[in-house]
């Protein structure tokens, strides 16, 4: 008998393990919290950059700088302690004005960010200091640089033309693109809202109602997405990229800083040795918590969990998902696809009117289908009965209807931080 406890909501539960053939808890490969951001950050921008040189040797203090930073939605790397050292940097060691210093909130297409948003994004001191703007996917003045070999006509933000351009980003698995950060600070961060559409089509197949098979987490090879992606950010050609590794309580452990495409890439192998699990085998049985709030405020935010968990289980098995989502379903644009799962339509309704929140619910349904999922969530059952997820609101409820005998299971305490992929 094995008893896990594991975070939901402000709170945490107890699940106890009877009779199973094999128990794993699935976790991180934990990474050194940086102590001193400071001297890290020195070193990263003069000594320990990757395939470039120097910042200092990039950037003339006559040069109109551009920084790309991540929106509200990425809050948890906390960009804004890195942003605040790098305007100093470039300020007090570059000499270039304040003034030749402007910074875009990379919201491809989300909502704006408010003022407040923009003081917590950059930092209070750097506010006062430099311009802050929102991109706005449907501007009239963005600037077309050119079609990717997949069709992707590429517009981007005119601050990120004629300007020297930095990055700064985390990087993370992603469900399409193979790892978030790097490139996608450019698209879909500062493009056009019709060249994001574009990019993103690629998730579906071309040729049957699912999603791209050469699509996924950790998947860059071939990836039409990524790829994609990849040559629209080379059309911008950034001067430099800075790149974050957090880990699972949102500690920055890593900076990675130097040609755009390259120090990306070298986090993303961190990111993979150190939140990527291998497994021997796919398990019966996979128990995922979000890590409790706010990682399971809602649906949109806790699926992650959901979907990592699809990456353990056995087709036929069991998902037993712990997100109390005391705000419900989250954003309409992840919520609101339910009715095309009750009309049976999701698969053209996504295509002919396609969003980044309705992939993320379509991936979502294509986990469910293959298993069953049982959740412990604030959510009512009828809300989610059409997705096929079974809610529940006590945990022993739910446990009464699982049978641990002679089943391989998996514990996954933070299922959004944790990849499982089968070791080859």
């Not at 906390?78 to 570059?94: A, S």
């Not at 985390?170 to 490139?183: A, E």
């Not at 998902?319 to 696809?337: H, K, N, Q, T, V």
């Amino acid at each position: 008998m094995n008893t896990y406890t594991l975070g939901y909501g402000s709170q945490s539960v107890d699940i106890t393990i009877n009779g199973a053939n094999s128990v794993e808890v699935l976790n991180e490969k934990p990474l050194d919290e940086i102590t001193d951001l400071h001297a890290t950050f020195l070193r990263a921008v003069e000594t320990d950059m990757v395939a470039s040189p120097a910042l200092r040797e990039l950037i003339a203090p006559t040069d109109l700088v551009t920084i790309v930073v991540s929106d509200i939605t990425r809050f948890w790397m906390r960009q804004d302690l890195v942003t605040k050292e790098l305007v100093n940097y470039l300020h007090d060691i570059i000499g270039v004005p304040y003034d030749n210093i402007a910074a875009v909130i990379a919201l491809g297409t989300h909502r704006s960010a408010s003022t407040e948003e923009h003081r917590r994004l950059v930092s209070e001191e750097i506010y006062e200091k430099i311009k802050v703007y929102n991109h706005d996917c449907l501007a009239d003045d963005l600037v077309y640089l050119g079609t990717t070999s997949f069709g992707t006509e590429v517009r981007v933000n005119s601050l990120a033309v004629g300007r020297k351009v930095i990055l700064i980003g985390g990087t993370v698995h992603h469900l399409m693109s193979g790892f978030g950060g790097g490139r996608k600070s450019v698209l879909p961060g500062i493009s056009a809202k019709s060249t994001i559409l574009q990019n993103h089509l690629h998730c579906l197949s071309p040729d049957e109602s699912c999603s791209n098979p050469l699509i996924g987490m950790a998947k860059l090879e071939n990836n039409p997405v990524h790829e994609d992606m990849t040559e629209a950010a080379a059309m911008v050609n950034p001067a430099f990229g800075i790149n974050i590794v957090s880990n699972s309580k949102g500690k920055q452990c890593r900076l990675i800083c130097g040609n755009w495409k390259l120090a990306w890439e070298e986090s993303c192998r961190i990111v993979h040795e150190h939140f990527g699990v291998p497994i021997e085998k796919k398990a019966d049985i996979v128990i995922a918590s979000c890590g409790g709030f706010p990682k399971d405020i809602n649906l949109y935010q806790g699926v992650k969990s959901l979907l990592n968990a699809g990456q353990a289980v056995k087709d036929g098995g069991t998902i037993l998902f712990l997100a109390e989502c005391r705000e419900g379903g989250g954003s309409p644009d992840f919520f609101g696809w339910i009715q095309s799962v009750i009309t049976d339509t999701l698969d053209a309704d996504l295509r002919a009117n396609f969003s980044i929140g309705g992939y993320i619910f379509y991936a979502a349904c294509e986990v469910i289908r293959r298993c069953h999922v049982r959740m412990l969530t604030e959510i009512p059952a009828d809300t989610i009965r059409d997705m096929k997820i079974e809610a529940y609101r006590d945990i022993e409820e739910l446990l009464k209807g699982v049978d641990f005998e002679g089943k391989d299971v998996y514990v996954m305490p933070y299922g959004g931080y944790t990849m499982p992929y089968l070791r080859k």
